[in-house]
């Protein structure tokens, strides 16, 4: 492979990212596969990154390369290549750090670092979350036009990938508050506490014991619980 991504190669790269990302349940999980998967595919990059806002707030970071993470945290310093991608909502690139003068500090660090360019794309994950993906590189001029197209891509496909995560956190979340509710209403809470006790398992599990129940019978959940609930408290004959 040379240096820059051919198109079968960027297809590639998408396909593996659709691929590590399709069932991942939580966002700090998820950044962490598409900065390595990007890491592992992209010729030329020593490291990506990636820095998330979450209403104008830092929400999360993520490097494939720990000793490279204070790059892409904003806590370390909000004057960076990431930060201005997201405001300006435009790729920000800098082929040699040396001579670069838009962030002072944080070129410093990132020259100490053997970082002597980088490209940020934006990425827009969905109302609540905006973010930039960063390419870095360890030689100047690295960078090429087609990383340029290579993180444009990726930046958009990420973008629909994370706003998928983020919508299954949010039914997780929907989920876990209506179990809850559900685990606290009499009856249905009478027949989890019989199942727990007949299958030795946790609440969670016998609720989806009696959901299964209820969708084999077709008949409404708090039916069935009141099924079990009178069969256990029924009388045996002796």
């Known amino acids: 492979m040379t240096d820059d991504l051919g198109v079968l190669e960027t297809a590639a790269l998408l396909r593996e990212l659709t691929a590590g990302l399709i069932g991942v349940a939580e966002f700090d999980e998820a950044l962490d596969r598409l900065v390595r998967i990007a890491r592992g595919a992209v010729p030329g990059v020593d490291c990506c990154g990636f820095t998330a806002l979450r209403a104008g707030e830092p929400a999360g970071v993520a490097a494939s390369d720990p000793r490279f993470a204070e790059l892409d ?38 020259r100490a670092l053997g970082v002597h360019g980088v490209i940020s794309a934006p990425v827009d994950v969905d109302e609540q979350v905006i973010g930039a993906i960063n390419l ?14 290579t993180a444009m891509l990726l930046a958009e496909h990420a973008g629909l990938l994370l706003a998928a995560v983020r919508d299954r956190e949010r039914a997780a979340a929907r989920a876990g508050q209506i179990d809850g509710a559900l685990l606290a209403e009499g009856v249905i809470g009478q027949a989890v506490g019989v199942i727990m006790t007949q299958r030795g398992c946790p609440a969670v599990e016998a609720l989806g014991v009696l959901r299964s129940a209820a969708s084999s019978l077709d008949i409404p959940l708090r039916e069935v619980a009141e099924r079990l609930v009178l069969t256990v408290s029924r009388p045996r004959d002796n």
């Open 73 to 110: 945290d904003l806590r370390h310093g909000p004057d960076t290549p990431a930060l201005t991608a997201i405001r300006r909502r435009e790729m920000i690139i800098a082929g040699g750090l040396a001579e670069e003068s838009r962030w002072p500090t944080w070129s410093i660090r990132a």
């Open 136 to 149: 870095y590189a360890s030689a100047p001029g690295a960078l090429t036009p087609s990383h340029q197209l």
